[in-house]
């Protein structure tokens, strides 16, 4: 009896030492609550003599690092037991050369072991991102690398941006570029149509374009890169792996350090050719949710949620991140820092802006201009649907004058140039639409405040009146990757027009958009009546319908060298690039043409330091001619409907000018 006695409380013991030893959840009163690391060594810091292991997940009971010795499949060539470490997080290190080695970690929640990922932090994948991979970022470099530096840019106002995918620029056949959809292919130069003219690299230096905004490029979900034969194609919204160059984009997948070398090679010769390099941010959403790779490190943080506890979804992709809160936060702005640094990448998009918080945004912008004054932040100024976070605390559009150096897409001066961009049958103002000359003078003078306006008769989406403190916070643009090209719009919302009008809208939506102030924005393509044959929604079309078909560039060679000849004038002439509300006032001023459908004005007193005393650009949307009254002559033109030169297409003496037909006008004097 003794003995049985002995041996239950003996158990007992056992089982009570076990309890009090079991790793256990740590539960937080809230998100809010949960521990904030203050480190900067998140992820993997890799030298040849140790490599260090650090994965933030408070909630975890325990934590697993994993290592592989080939990007998928296969069996774990190590296993080790992270350890607890300072504020939520976990560590493992390593005092030997594990370059080269792929990992994964893997948490414990809630008595439950989560799925294996690279964790947020990794910034260098195999392929599809399943796993980690330790790289010398050193030896990734290109050779040159750090003697490139960021082509000049005086300010912001100064930008014309070009919006390209980069399977877009290369997958035609027309190209003449070898290495197709790629990133290597951006840094070709020599590239020719059939015809003989410039594509790719070459043409958009030709074009005069200063910045390139590439659509997603970081690694995404949507495209398996163990089957790229397929030539799945997807714009990238769909984040897996925010600081991981996208796979189907380098030679090789599986190979983490070919993705970061190539996308440097792409910015180093892009900088050499005087191109800065603009990366669309994804950062509101990821795509994937409950499996996502924030999800399975600290289950529900990253997003925000709905009263019931399901996810909310502001994105209309399935979740939206929870930019306020501190980890979210500190993951943005480190990881934006990361690619300007890393990477030498100089502006960044935000994706549905309107979903972060004002105070993140302007923490990114004030991150970002401490490493380069001259990088350039801009997105758009909406949701895509409802949020729990307060409308007061968005980075919406209408509280741009609370955003510091960001700036936001006008979509009125889209509108009003094309037409409703949800009404595909609504034209605009270069195809005809009555009524728009108020809403092209607000694009004109970049959403900001001007006493030649009447605010109450302009139609202004989600603003009360101008919601742009500066033109150098508005993004001046008529088309983008989202919805039709202008030229698809234009056949939509004009079918009767034959195709040399359409063209001359074309041209008179580009005149309008240079001449305007504010960062100008063209869809790449737009310059050669680009199509996606109607296609509106095209981000996981084939190639067949996004890529960019060179020989258009011949065939609309006019469109090309029109829109060529307008950037070349927005860069020689300041008074098209003023630098603050004010000046616009002082120096533009719009005439009353007693016409419908036209819009003049001038921009007087050598504005901006321009070498022309005075300035008058001329829109007239309607089919047929109009008589203009000028303001004292003479007046020399620089721009009609189908040239643009500086030296002059001739002087009017007169005091009337009859400008013809959906024709944009500009011209000068120095007396």
Not at 284 to 300: C, D, L, R, Y
Not at 466 to 494: E, M, V
Request: aromatic share 10%; hydrophobic share 35%.
């Amino acid at each position: 009896m003794r003995i049985t006695v002995l041996f239950i409380l003996t158990s007992l013991t056992i089982m009570a030492s076990a309890c009090k030893t079991a790793p256990e959840e740590t539960i937080y009163p809230s998100y809010d609550d949960y521990p904030v690391y203050e480190g900067s060594d998140l992820g993997v810091r890799y030298t040849p003599e140790t490599t260090t292991f650090r994965l933030w997940s408070p909630t975890a009971e325990e934590a697993k690092l994993r290592f592989y010795n080939q990007a998928l499949g296969g069996e774990a060539s190590r296993e080790t037991n992270m350890e607890k470490a300072e504020q939520g997080t976990w560590t493992a290190q390593f005092e030997e050369d594990l370059n080269g080695v792929y990992y994964t970690f893997q948490v414990k929640a809630n008595g439950q072991w989560l799925d294996e990922t690279p964790g947020p932090y990794a910034t260098a994948a195999g392929t599809n991102g399943k796993r980690g991979q330790v790289v010398d970022l050193k030896a990734t470099n290109p050779e040159g690398w750090a003697a490139t530096q960021r082509p000049p840019l005086a300010h912001p106002t100064d930008i014309i941006i070009y919006e390209l995918h980069v399977r877009d620029l290369s997958t035609h056949p027309s190209s003449g570029i070898q290495n197709k959809g790629k990133f290597l292919g951006l840094a070709e130069s020599g590239a020719k149509s059939p015809q003989g003219l410039a594509t790719g690299l070459d043409h958009i230096k030709e074009l005069g374009a200063t910045h390139i905004h590439l659509l997603p490029s970081f690694d995404y979900l949507s495209v398996d890169e163990t089957k790229l034969e397929d030539n799945k194609f997807n714009w990238g919204y769909d984040p897996h792996l925010y600081n991981v160059p996208e796979g189907s984009y380098s030679s090789n997948p599986a190979d983490g350090a070919a993705r970061i070398r190539e996308f440097k090679q792409m910015v180093k010769t892009l900088h050499d050719n005087g191109l800065r390099v603009i990366m669309d941010v994804v950062y509101n959403h990821t795509g994937a949710t409950e499996n996502s790779v924030f999800n399975q490190t600290v289950p529900g943080y990253y997003y925000r949620h709905n009263e019931d506890g399901s996810f909310s979804n502001a994105s209309a992709c399935g979740n939206e991140t929870a930019s306020e809160r501190a980890m979210v936060r500190k993951f943005i702005i480190e990881s934006v820092k990361y690619w300007a640094t890393e990477y030498q990448v100089d502006g960044f998009r935000f994706d549905l802006m309107g979903i972060h918080d004002i105070e993140t945004m302007n923490q990114v912008s004030e991150a970002l201009h401490q490493v380069d004054p001259t990088i350039f932040v801009y997105g758009e100024g909406w949701t895509a649907g409802d949020s729990p976070l307060p409308v007061e605390k968005r980075a919406l559009k209408r509280h741009t004058s609370q955003l510091k150096d960001v700036a936001a897409f006008s979509d009125d001066i889209r509108d009003a140039i094309k037409g409703h961009v949800f009404t595909h049958d609504d034209p605009g103002f270069v195809s005809g639409k009555a009524g728009q000359e108020g809403r092209i003078r607000f694009g004109v003078v970049a959403a900001t405040r001007h006493p030649q306006l009447n605010y109450d008769s302009i139609q202004i989406y989600d603003a009360d009146g101008p919601w742009s403190p500066g033109p150098a916070q508005t993004i001046t643009y008529f088309s983008c990757h989202d919805n039709h090209t202008l030229w698809d719009r234009l056949k939509l919302s004009r079918p009767d027009a034959p195709v040399d009008e359409r063209v001359h809208m074309q041209k008179l939506a580009g005149a309008i958009l240079l001449t305007s102030q504010g960062v100008s924005f063209l869809h790449a393509g737009v310059e050669m009546a680009r199509t996606k044959q109607g296609v509106e929604n095209s981000f996981e079309s084939p190639d067949s319908i996004n890529q960019i078909n060179w020989e258009r560039k011949a065939k609309y060679k006019e469109v090309f060298d029109y829109y060529q000849g307008l950037i070349a004038l927005r860069k020689n002439h300041p008074a098209f690039r003023l630098r603050t509300a004010e000046m616009i006032q002082q120096h533009l001023q719009f005439l009353e043409p007693g016409e419908p459908n036209v819009v003049a004005f001038t921009l007087a007193g050598n504005a901006n330091g321009d070498a022309w005393k005075d300035i008058l650009v001329i829109y007239n949307a309607n089919p047929e001619y109009k008589t203009v009254a000028l303001p004292p002559g003479p007046w020399t033109i620089a721009v009609d409907g189908d040239h643009v030169t500086e030296q002059g297409l001739g002087t009017v003496y007169t005091d009337k000018l009859a400008v013809p037909g959906i024709t944009a006008m500009v011209l000068f004097k120095n007396d």
